[in-house]
Nanobody, 114 residues
Framework: VQLQASGGGLVQAGGSLRLSCAAS????????LGWYRQAPGKQRELVAS???????DYGDFVKGRFTISRVNANNTVYLQMNSLKPEDAAAYYC?????????WGQGTQVTVSS
């Protein structure tokens, strides 16, 4: 699976950003797609994921602020992030998971100014 992410940037606290990730490859349509993030000095953590059938999972810190969605017709996953906080600043990585395999896109930086 190949992953092409976009949509990061700089936003003020309380603002919104939308990340997109287009997945391609033979198993893209049957893979769970999601987003992880990693801040400097911290471990990579799950932000949100969605299965081909639409089952979602979110990191505890999301608390209703983010919404993940998926368009199966073109294997694209979106992450709508609202009420952003300075602690949400990190490199965000698109992920595809199929059976025991994980694929990663290039990180897209999210910066939140206070």
């Amino acid at each position: 699976v190949q992953l092409q992410a976009s949509g990061g940037g700089l936003v003020q606290a309380g603002g919104s950003l939308r990340l997109s990730c287009a997945a391609s490859g033979r198993t893209a349509r049957v893979s769970a797609l999601g987003w992880y993030r990693q801040a400097p000095g911290k471990q990579r953590e799950l932000v949100a994921s969605i299965t081909p059938r639409g089952t979602t999972d979110y990191g505890d810190f999301v608390k209703g602020r983010f919404t993940i969605s998926r368009v199966n017709a073109n294997n694209t996953v979106y992450l709508q992030m609202n009420s952003l906080k300075p602690e949400d600043a990190a490199a965000y990585y698109c992920n595809a998971h199929f059976r025991s395999l994980d694929y990663w896109g290039q990180g897209t930086q999210v910066t939140v100014s206070s």
